[in-house]
């Protein structure tokens, strides 16, 4: 029904007026703000002398019925506010912020008038001074208590609610916390002070709290939720959820995503155990959510098969797996945790943060920084040499698909090459175990980036093929949610932006799973490994990102702008395929697969080629790849891979420049006598 012109225009008028004493209680407000510091505690100082005063004239009136003139408590008056102020000073009563005060600040406030209560009743009741009555030593530290803590409570509405109401109904965020326990509970007291946001309630899955109030807000039950956000105009929900089962927030988030809600989450329970929450610990949701996978708990007797008190060596370290993976082995105690990654600052940070984790946990493991590349044959032996190496985990690889397609031939030497010289030097050492970190973009590749790890596969199982000491295995999976160039970030940085969401296909997908996950399920594939191991993960089912962009869009509180809906924020846009990329992934070549100790491990034991044959291809590449001949390198990776078939024109940058090979060129690819007569050299 329309509202009738008169009716408006005085509801118009009446906002109008509202408005004007907002924003002049806001002017206020904001000056005294934006005094210095030292000037505002003189302010409060001052305040509470008054209150000091007032509260011994009462407590006379109060004994006498009748005010008495100012001579008669003058002297009480100065005791109280020689006593309490200095008493106040040392307590931090003015060091505390007004409009943030809240239970904490109360129970100093309560302290500090305690003590000041029992000098005062010292003086004035036990000791006793002529003209004041004893009782007054009782009855004026009660006023006093009273006075200030309401003083302080007034100055938390006056400068907390006055000042953002300038804001408040447009740019402030209308808050409902999932959960009310004792991670709810913290959040709603740093909202409840924020001036961004209002906290209009809780909800919670447990029944018994239906309808009760917390922190002067109602619980509501899960079935409220939507008739809530309507009838209460909210804008975003919080997950205060860390203990939560994968699966139940799985169904809050997409129930939540329909009704279109910004929602953000804490992080977990161990993250949330270092502290006090604040709104700084709120982040993203995690699109983890969404895949609703029940996590499944580590075999900790596998994981620490051939982890425990042993050396363990993780190429790539700060890399997104290679830093995961370190993060875990260290959780399991080795005796020695080598770190080698060509990045000093990636080796840096997982270094740092590794101490520190260590020193936390007050556990004994040696960390060891290495700054080195995998294709550095004479730095990788050096290593093997210093330390007695028992278990190496290869994650060190070039992994974006457009950017090794620009730079063919270093892919093919870093992923390739790099994978065949780790691996032996492994072997001349005697390492027990080399688990190889491969993709599902190795099979039947159409990119060079997956052509170079089906490559490294296929080394790893040659060289397995020859019996030697050391166990070698790979681990085949598919995107890792967060890693670095993940799509998930580049989505939330483009909805952040204002959009466009870009993807390259409508019917594009991709399997996912957390980085967490990934690198547990690594470390229990390489503990079953018996040689020449191909472990695929279970990945769920695959992913359509385009669902994940909606997904990504509505979470954010924003709406989906296409034919349907022209008025929403964020637009989608498909961009065509990008060189190599293939529309689904998979994850076995062909072989079959039989079940292991673990439900999410898979062993497929597929073709591969002998390394007597693999051996002089090898050789043959890397001849092409010192003649910088980029069309060649491909057409000599596509016989070594028969199933690498590019779905585009060559995009190597430098592949118009080339050199003639030169005569002495016929450096080969081993140096072990038991696998070949030649000599290997540094990549």
Not at 171 to 184: Q, S, T
Not at 420 to 428: G, M, Y
Not at 515 to 535: K, N, P, T, Y
């Amino acid at each position: 029904m329309e509202t009738p012109p008169e009716l408006a225009a005085e509801t118009s008028e009446q906002d109008r007026v509202s408005n004007d004493k907002r924003f002049s209680s806001g002017r206020v407000t904001g000056k005294v703000l934006d005094l210095p510091r030292p000037i505002k505690r003189l302010i409060a100082l001052s305040i509470d002398a008054l209150l000091c005063v007032g509260s011994v004239w009462f407590a006379f009136y109060l004994r006498l019925g009748w005010w008495p003139p100012l001579r008669d408590p003058l002297q009480a008056m100065l005791a109280s506010m020689a006593l309490a102020l200095p008493i106040f000073v040392s307590f931090g009563l003015y060091r505390a912020i007004f409009r943030y005060a809240g239970w904490h600040a109360f129970r100093t406030i309560l302290r500090a008038v305690a003590l000041y209560g029992i000098a005062f009743a010292t003086i004035y009741t036990a000791i006793g001074i002529t003209g004041t009555p004893r009782t007054v030593g009782l009855i004026q530290p009660i006023l006093l208590l009273v006075l200030v803590a309401a003083s302080r409570m007034f100055a938390r509405f006056l400068f907390a609610e006055s000042y953002t109401s300038l804001w408040r109904d447009t740019d402030i965020e209308r808050v409902l916390i999932y959960g009310a326990g004792n991670a709810g509970r913290e959040l709603a007291a740093t909202v409840d002070s924020s001036r961004h946001m209002k906290l209009i309630g809780f909800v919670d899955d447990d029944r018994r709290l239906a309808r009760a109030q917390l922190m002067g807000v109602a619980i509501y039950p899960p079935e409220q939720l939507e008739e809530i956000v309507r009838q209460r105009k909210v804008t975003d929900v919080l997950l205060a959820i860390p203990s939560a089962t994968t699966q139940r927030r799985g169904e809050i988030v997409t129930e939540l995503k329909r009704l279109g809600l910004h929602v953000r989450t804490l992080p977990s329970m161990s993250d949330i155990a270092r502290g006090k929450i604040s709104v700084g610990d709120l982040k993203e949701l995690d699109i983890a959510d969404l895949l609703g996978r029940p996590p499944v708990a580590p075999d900790v007797a596998l994981l620490q098969r051939t982890i425990t008190g042993r050396t363990v060596l993780v190429t790539g370290a700060g890399g997104s797996i290679g830093s995961e993976l370190c993060r875990q082995i260290a959780e399991n105690r080795p005796a020695t945790l080598l770190l080698v990654d060509h990045s000093e600052y990636n080796l840096y940070r997982i270094e740092q943060e590794l101490a520190a984790a260590l020193e936390s946990a007050e556990r004994q493991v040696e960390l060891v920084p290495l700054l080195a590349s995998v294709c550095d044959k004479v730095r990788l032996e050096q290593i093997f040499n210093r330390f007695p190496i028992d278990t190496v985990f290869h994650a060190a690889a070039y992994k974006h698909v457009p950017m090794v397609e620009q730079n063919l031939l270093e892919g093919i030497r870093n992923n390739a090459f790099g994978t065949l010289t780790t691996a032996q030097v492994a072997l001349r050492k005697g390492v027990a175990d080399f688990v190889l970190i491969s993709t599902d973009k190795a099979v039947r590749p159409t990119n060079v980036m997956g052509a170079t790890k089906r490559c490294a596969e296929m080394i790893i199982q040659a060289l397995d093929e020859t019996k030697p000491g050391t166990r070698f295995s790979m681990v085949r999976f598919g995107n890792v949610l967060g890693s670095s160039g993940s799509v998930v970030p580049l989505f939330r940085d483009q909805v952040a932006n204002g959009g466009p969401v870009t993807l390259t296909h409508s019917e594009i997908t991709r399997y996912f799973m957390t980085i967490r996950e990934a690198a547990q399920l690594v470390l229990h594939a390489g503990a079953m490994a018996v040689g020449g191991d191909v472990f695929v993960l279970d990945m769920g089912e695959p992913v359509k990102i385009i669902d994940l962009a909606r997904s990504i869009i509505e979470l954010s509180g924003r709406t989906v702008r296409d034919a349907e809906h022209p008025d929403g924020d964020i637009e989608i846009r498909v961009d065509g395929l990008r060189p190599g990329e293939k529309l689904h992934e998979e994850l076995l070549i062909g072989g079959e697969t039989t079940a292991t100790d673990h439900p999410r491990i898979m062993r497929s034991r597929e073709g591969y080629m002998s390394w007597a044959e693999l051996e002089p291809m090898l050789n043959e590449l890397l001849l092409v790849m010192r003649s910088n001949d980029a069309e060649r390198a491909r057409d000599m990776l596509r016989r070594i891979v028969p199933e690498y078939v590019p779905n585009s024109p060559l995009a190597d940058l430098l592949a118009p420049i080339s050199r003639d090979v030169p005569d002495d060129a016929t450096e080969p690819v081993v140096d072990f006598p038991e696998l070949a007569s030649v000599a290997n050299r540094n990549y």
